[in-house]
C-alpha cells in the first residue's frame, strides 16, 4: 500500500502462538531466525524478541505503519510453520493466536494523559481552557483491556492518534470545535474503530480508539484525516498525524521478559 502522507509512528506488536500436544519443537538456532528477519522485513515487520517454551511461544515486533494486526498474525504464523517444516521441525498450534499492541505506555496511562490535556495546556484565557475540557470525550463503557475476537485468534489493537492543524491554526469554539468533535464520531462509526477517549487542543487533536485487526494504522490515519477535514469543510488538519500502539502491558516490560 502507498503511503498518502508520511505517518510518524512507533508500532510495536506481540505474537503469541500455543504449540499442539506432541508438536513442539526446541527452539531453532539463531541461524534459523536470522534467514526468518529477511523474509519478515519484507513483510514491514522487525523482530524485537522471543520467549520459546513448550507451552508458548511468542514473538515480539515493530511493524510498519501499512502492517493490519491480522496480517501481522498471518505472517508471523505462516513464515515460521514454513521455516520449522523447512529444516524438518514441524510444529502445529492448538489454539487460537493472539496478537496484542504493545508501547512505551499503557492504557492506564494514555487515558490519564488525554484526560489532563486541556488543564495543563498553557493558556491565558481560562474560559477558552474550559471550552477545550468540554469538548473532550471519554467512554468509561469501552474496555481496552478486553481484545477483539476473530476466526483466527484474539487480537488487543489499541491506537493512540494525533492529529495537527495546518500551520498550527487554532481550533476555536465559534469555528472548528465541534466539527472536530463531530469528525471524530464519524470516522470511529466509519472505520469500526471503538472511541475510547479524544482530546482538543488548540491546534491537534488526541484519539485513542480500538481500531479494526484488519485494518493498518496508516489506513485509520489517513482515514481520520479524511473524517475531520471533511467535518470542517477545509484542509484544517495537516498531513503530520502521529499513530503509537498501546495496552495493559508496557512494551519495556514484555521485552525484558523475553
Not at 502507498?2 to 506432541?22: N, Q
Not at 521455516?83 to 493466536?97: D, E, H, M, T, Y
Request: positive net charge.
Amino acid at each position: 500500500m502507498r503511503m498518502a502522507f508520511p505517518l510518524i509512528h512507533r508500532l510495536s506488536y506481540s505474537w503469541a502462538g500455543w504449540p499442539a500436544e506432541g508438536a513442539f519443537s526446541p527452539e531453532p538456532s539463531v541461524a534459523f531466525f536470522d534467514a526468518l528477519h529477511a523474509s519478515w522485513k519484507s513483510d514491514g515487520l522487525e523482530l524485537q524478541s522471543r520467549a520459546w517454551t513448550p507451552e508458548q511461544i511468542q514473538m515480539t515486533f515493530r511493524a510498519e505503519p501499512q502492517v493490519a494486526p491480522a496480517f501481522l498474525a498471518a505472517r508471523a504464523k505462516g513464515r515460521l510453520q514454513h521455516a520449522l517444516r523447512q529444516v524438518g521441525a514441524p510444529c502445529g498450534f492448538s489454539r487460537k493466536i493472539a496478537v496484542r499492541s504493545l508501547g512505551d505506555n499503557v492504557s492506564e496511562v494514555v487515558a490519564g494523559y488525554l484526560r489532563q490535556q486541556a488543564v495543563r495546556a498553557e493558556l491565558v484565557d481560562e474560559r477558552y481552557r474550559a471550552t477545550l475540557r468540554a469538548a473532550g470525550f471519554e467512554d468509561a463503557a469501552v474496555d481496552l483491556s478486553a481484545p477483539t475476537e476473530t476466526k483466527s485468534g484474539r487480537y488487543w489493537n489499541n491506537l493512540h492518534f494525533v492529529a495537527v492543524t495546518v500551520d498550527r491554526f487554532r481550533i476555536g469554539k465559534e469555528d472548528f470545535l465541534d466539527k472536530v468533535r463531530a469528525g471524530v464520531f464519524a470516522w470511529a462509526e466509519e472505520s469500526g474503530s471503538r472511541l475510547k477517549a479524544f482530546a482538543l487542543m488548540p491546534d491537534h487533536v488526541h484519539v485513542a480508539a480500538r481500531g479494526d485487526p484488519e485494518r493498518s494504522p496508516l489506513e485509520l490515519a489517513e482515514a481520520l484525516w479524511k473524517s475531520l477535514n471533511r467535518a470542517a469543510g477545509c484542509c484544517l488538519m495537516g498531513e503530520n498525524i502521529y499513530a503509537g500502539t498501546f495496552s495493559e502491558y508496557g512494551l519495556g516490560a514484555v521485552l525484558r521478559r523475553t
